[in-house]
Nanobody, 119 residues
Framework: QAQLVESGGGLVQAGGSLRLSCANTLSAFSFDSMGWYRQAPGKQRDLVATITNGGNTNYADSVEGRFTISAEHVKNTAYLQMNNLKPEDSAVYYC?????????????WGRGMEVTVSS
């Protein structure tokens, strides 16, 4: 059973927008941070954006000003609004959640979803 349920990926033209969602379905989980990472073919998995429980955000330089990460604590859900998409944004996007469950630190990953930006 998936612990992080991702949605919103797909195909979009350059200059377009997509909104990714990541819902944490685990009970008794309190996240310290949630974030998005991406991996293009033949490349390593890189950070895109993270948000802490306190609302502090961090972005990769390549997406600063175009992407916005947000979170709804009550729903344990994070969002990534991606605007002005470029072909180089094409990758598999993975959601990550770090926090505590039953007093133990946990680090969860989603299964990933494709984002393809056509030129």
């Amino acid at each position: 059973q998936a612990q992080l349920v991702e949605s919103g990926g797909g195909l979009v033209q350059a200059g377009g927008s997509l909104r990714l969602s990541c819902a944490n379905t685990l009970s008794a989980f309190s996240f310290d941070s949630m974030g998005w990472y991406r991996q293009a073919p033949g490349k390593q998995r890189d950070l895109v954006a993270t948000i802490t429980n306190g609302g502090n955000t961090n972005y990769a330089d390549s997406v600063e000003g175009r992407f916005t990460i947000s979170a709804e604590h009550v729903k344990n859900t994070a969002y990534l609004q991606m605007n002005n998409l470029k072909p180089e944004d094409s990758a598999v996007y993975y959601c990550n959640a770090q926090g505590h469950r039953f007093g133990t630190f946990r680090d969860y990953w989603g299964r990933g979803m494709e984002v393809t930006v056509s030129s």
